[in-house]
């Protein structure tokens, strides 16, 4: 299995103040179709999960563009550019190159 | 406007098998690509990927899992059965259903969720 290792645990952030989330691959995440299937979820508290970026860096619909997603074979980061205050909770990346689907074991968002 | 929502028991006991069925809308499972897949949360963790079925019966399941594991689907009824064996306590979980699309490169892996149905193993 693909292991996801996600950095930091914690993200306390200021409203207004950029955020940051990494996330890197035990092995490259290049599907021999060229493609890189990086996802990004986010997860409110209390609620399901939700796909904010696949393919490492296309928003998903409904997606608010101050989210963005980078990277290339093991290295990955999702950023928000201005953290505003529905933005606290987990995220967690996936991959979908391989199966099984693996997870990261998440990042939580809140405000300092 | 596609939705799911996952249904079955609230609590089973220790080696009872455990029921979980995924109804849906907005989708069919008949069409080329679609894909319905399972994922389970234990409390306060992380998710972790259960198993898929896609609308070919192409079946597939986390290897640590897959002894006791069964995905199935019923197209006609818009619904996605999982069934787990022998359950155990760390089984305790919230398990959600998802929609998945593949055809290609064309991928939309877990787009939507259901809300989840919280399952405890205790006797």
């Known amino acids: 299995d693909i292991v996801m290792t996600q950095t930091p645990l914690s993200s306390p952030v200021t409203l207004g103040q950029p955020a940051s989330i990494s996330c890197r691959s035990s092995?490259?995440?290049?599907?021999?179709?060229?493609?890189?299937?990086l996802s990004w979820l986010q997860q409110r508290p209390g609620q399901p999960p939700r796909l904010l970026i696949y393919?490492?860096?296309n928003r998903f619909s409904g997606v608010p563009d101050r989210f963005s997603g980078s990277g290339a074979g093991t290295d990955f980061t999702l950023k928000i550019s201005r953290v505003e205050a529905e933005d606290v909770g987990v995220y967690y990346c996936?991959?979908?190159?391989?199966?099984?689907?693996?997870f990261g074991g998440g990042t939580k968002v809140e405000i300092k | 406007q596609i939705t799911l929502k996952e249904s079955g028991p609230t609590l089973v006991k220790p080696t009872q098998t455990l029921t979980l069925t995924c109804t849906f809308s907005g989708f069919s499972l008949s069409t080329s690509g679609v894909g319905v897949g399972w994922i389970r949360q234990p409390p306060g963790k992380a998710l972790e990927w259960l198993a898929l079925i896609y609308w070919d019966d192409d079946k597939r399941y986390s290897p640590s899992l897959k002894s006791r594991l069964t995905i199935t689907k019923d197209t006609s009824k818009n619904q996605v059965v999982l069934t787990m064996t022998n359950m155990d306590p760390v089984d305790t979980a919230t398990y959600y259903c998802?929609?998945?699309?593949?055809?290609?490169?064309?991928?939309?892996?877990?787009?939507?969720w259901g809300q989840g149905t919280l399952v405890t193993v205790s006797s």
């Open positions: 998802a929609h998945d699309y593949v055809w290609g490169s064309y991928r939309y892996n877990l787009d939507y």
């Open positions: 996936m991959q979908a190159t391989q199966f099984p689907f693996t």
């Open positions: 393919k490492i860096s």
């Open positions: 092995q490259s995440l290049v599907h021999s179709d060229g493609n890189t299937y």
